[in-house]
C-alpha cells in the first residue's frame, strides 16, 4: 500500500511513541500499526427512530473492517428528528445540524489523521451533512444509509409520518373524528427507519446510490431487514479495497455524477431539499453546479415512479421492484444518464447496472414503464421572477391547477401561518406568503410540514398557493414554492409583499410573481428595514452570520475572506 496519512501519526519513530501507546489502549497490537485507521461515523441515536437502528450497523462495519485488514475507529455525530421537531422553534436547527455533522466528521477525520471513512446516517440532514464531510476530507469514503422505515398500517391504509400530520388538518376542519386521529398516530411509524415515502432521507440516499458513492439496492432497503446489515459489511469491504486503490471522493464526485443524481431524483419523485443538498455537496467539492441545471435536467426526465407524498407507494414498495438500479438502467438506456461515472466499487455505472433487466416488472405500477411515465417532464420546477430573482424551487407533481393568481395573505412566520389555516381563515384562491424563515432570517429555513398538511387535510390543497423562504419537507405536496431568494432577511422582494397584493405561481411558465410595478416596490425599499437578528450568539447566532443563500445551497464556508 502506498503510503498515507496513519503513517504521519503511527509510524515514525521514537518522536511517535506517545500516539502508539494511546493506539494500544484501544485496542491496537503491534501488526496494527502498519492498516489503515478507518473511521466509522456513528450516526446512532434514540431521538429518532430514522437513527435508532444505527448502532448495529456500525458494529458491523467495525467487525468487517477488521475482518478485511484495517483498523476501525468508531465515533459519533448528531442527528436532529426533523419529524419531531417540526412546526417548532426546534426545527431551526434542522439544516444547522447538517453543518454540525459535516464539521465533526471532517473534524475527527482529519484531527486524528484517518485513512477513510464510513458514514452511518439516518434522518434527513444525516446524509447531505456526511457528503459535505466527504467532500472536504477527499479521503477514501463511502456512505451507509440507515434505512427506511416499513409502512405503518390503519383500516386498510398504508401510513407515513405525513399521515399523521395530514390527519391534524383533517381532524381540525372536521372531516376526522378523534378515535381516527388517534388511530393513525398510533399506528404512522412502526418501528425504526427513516420516513417510508420518497422524501428527504430516501430522496438523499437515493442520489447518492446514483452518484456512486454508496452501494447498488442500499438506498431502498429497510432498516429492520437483515440485507441492511449484510449491506453494511460489504460496504466495509469495499471501502477498504477503496483505500488500498486510493478511490477519492473527487475521483466520483464530478459534474457528470450531479447531474445523474438529478435525473433520478426527478425520475423518483424527489423532495425539494435534494435541490439544497446538491448544491452545497458541489459547493464542497468544486464543481460548477447551478439551480439553473435542476431545471435544465427536469424538461429531459420523467417521473417514472408512484411514490408517496403525492403518489401511492412508499420505499420498500420500490425497493420490492428493483429499486434505484431498476430506475438508474431505464435512464441509462434512453441516454439520461452518464454511464461513464466511476463508483466506489471501482466500477463504471454502466458496469453497476451491466445485469439490471432493461424495463420494470409489468404486474406493478411502483415503476411506470417507459411509455407511461406519471408525467412527461421531472417535477422539481425552479420558478423566477420579481419574487424569486434568484431562483425558488417548487415541486408541481401531483398539482391539478399548476398556476394560481390571488391575493397574498403574508405571514411573518410558520406558527402564525398555521394558526389561520387551523382557524378557517385560508379560503379557496388566496397564496400565503411566509417569510422571515430564510437561512439567515429564521435562521435555519424551517421546513413547512404542519401548515402545508394542514392546507391539505382542510381540502385546499389543490386551491391555495404557499409561498416562503424557508423549505419544505420531503413530505410536502401542492402548490407550493420554497426556497425564495434573495430571502426577506436579506431584502428580497418577498419581503416587500403587502397584505391583499396580487401574485402569481405559474409552474407551466416557471413564474414567481408579485403584480406591482417596479417604482412602487422600490418606494416600498426605500421605507423597508432588515429585521432585527432573532439570535445573536450560540449556534443559531453564528449560522445566521455566516450562511449563504439557498440558491447557492445555504453553506456556511462561501466567501470568508
Excluded at 421492484?321 to 431498476?326: A, Y
Aim: aromatic share 4%; hydrophobic share 40%; charged share 20%.
Amino acid at each position: 500500500m502506498s503510503e498515507n496519512r496513519r503513517s504521519q501519526v503511527i509510524t515514525q519513530g521514537v518522536q511517535r511513541t506517545p500516539n502508539r501507546a494511546m493506539l494500544r489502549a484501544v485496542g491496537f497490537e503491534d501488526q496494527d500499526f502498519t492498516k489503515p485507521i478507518v473511521g466509522v461515523a456513528n450516526g446512532y441515536s434514540t431521538i429518532t427512530p430514522c437513527n435508532m437502528g444505527i448502532n448495529d450497523l456500525a458494529q458491523r462495519a467495525e467487525s468487517c473492517l477488521s475482518q478485511n485488514g484495517a483498523m476501525p475507529q468508531i465515533f459519533g455525530t448528531i442527528t436532529i428528528s426533523d419529524g419531531i421537531a417540526m412546526g417548532t422553534e426546534g426545527m431551526k436547527y434542522s439544516l444547522v445540524s447538517r453543518d454540525v455533522i459535516a464539521d465533526s466528521i471532517e473534524t475527527v477525520c482529519n484531527g486524528q489523521s484517518m485513512d477513510g471513512v464510513l458514514a452511518i446516517g439516518g434522518c434527513d440532514k444525516n446524509m447531505p451533512g456526511a457528503m459535505i464531510a466527504i467532500a472536504r476530507l477527499n479521503i477514501p469514503a463511502i456512505f451507509v444509509y440507515g434505512g427506511t422505515i416499513k409502512p405503518g398500517h390503519y383500516e386498510g391504509e398504508d401510513l407515513t409520518i405525513v399521515s399523521a400530520f395530514e390527519a391534524v388538518g383533517q381532524h381540525s376542519a372536521g372531516k376526522m373524528d378523534d378515535t381516527t386521529l388517534k388511530g393513525i398516530e398510533t399506528h404512522a411509524c412502526p418501528g425504526a427507519g427513516s420516513c417510508g415515502g420518497m422524501f428527504t432521507a430516501n430522496t438523499m440516499s437515493s442520489a447518492f446510490e446514483a452518484m456512486g458513492m454508496s452501494l447498488p439496492y442500499s438506498s431502498t432497503m429497510a432498516a429492520e431487514d437483515a440485507e441492511k446489515a449484510e449491506s453494511t459489511a460489504k460496504s466495509a469491504e469495499v471501502l477498504v479495497e477503496a483505500i488500498r486503490k486510493q478511490i477519492l471522493p473527487k475521483d466520483i464526485l464530478t459534474r457528470k455524477a450531479f447531474e445523474n443524481a438529478i435525473a433520478v431524483i426527478m425520475a423518483v419523485g424527489g423532495s425539494t431539499n435534494s435541490v439544497l443538498h446538491l448544491l452545497a455537496i458541489a459547493h464542497t467539492i468544486g464543481v460548477n453546479l447551478t439551480i439553473d441545471d435542476f431545471e435544465t435536467i427536469r424538461g429531459k426526465v420523467p417521473v417514472l415512479c408512484d411514490l408517496k407524498p403525492s403518489g401511492r407507494f412508499v420505499t420498500t414498495n420500490l425497493h420490492n421492484v428493483g429499486g434505484i438500479p431498476q430506475v438508474m438502467k431505464m435512464l441509462l438506456n434512453h441516454g439520461l444518464l452518464h454511464g461513464d461515472t466511476l463508483t466506489i466499487t471501482g466500477e463504471t455505472l454502466a458496469e453497476v447496472l451491466k445485469d439490471v433487466p432493461d424495463t420494470p416488472p409489468t404486474d406493478q405500477d411502483v415503476i411506470r414503464q417507459w411509455d407511461n411515465p406519471m408525467y412527461a417532464a421531472g417535477h422539481l420546477a425552479i420558478l423566477k421572477g420579481n419574487l424569486a430573482e434568484d431562483g425558488a424551487v417548487a415541486k408541481i407533481s401531483g398539482v391539478k391547477k399548476p398556476k394560481i393568481t390571488g391575493p397574498a395573505r403574508v405571514f411573518e412566520s410558520e406558527e402564525d401561518c398555521l394558526d389561520a389555516i387551523l382557524a378557517g381563515k385560508i379560503n379557496a384562491g388566496d397564496v400565503i406568503i411566509v417569510r422571515n424563515e430564510g437561512p439567515k432570517g429564521g435562521p435555519g429555513m424551517r421546513e413547512m410540514l404542519a401548515p402545508t398538511s394542514a392546507i391539505i387535510g382542510a381540502g385546499l390543497g389543490d386551491s391555495v398557493g404557499l409561498i416562503t423562504d424557508g423549505r419544505f419537507s420531503g413530505g410536502t405536496y401542492g402548490l407550493v414554492v420554497g426556497h425564495v431568494a434573495p430571502e426577506a432577511a436579506v431584502g428580497g422582494n418577498i419581503g416587500l409583499v403587502q397584505e391583499g397584493d396580487t401574485i402569481t405561481i405559474d409552474a407551466p411558465q416557471r413564474l414567481l410573481q408579485v403584480h406591482v410595478s417596479d417604482e412602487e416596490l422600490a418606494q416600498r425599499r426605500s421605507h423597508w428595514q432588515p429585521p432585527k437578528p432573532r439570535y445573536t450568539t450560540g449556534v443559531l447566532g453564528k449560522y445566521a452570520k455566516l450562511v449563504s443563500s439557498s440558491h447557492v445551497g445555504a453553506v456556511t464556508d462561501k466567501d470568508l475572506f
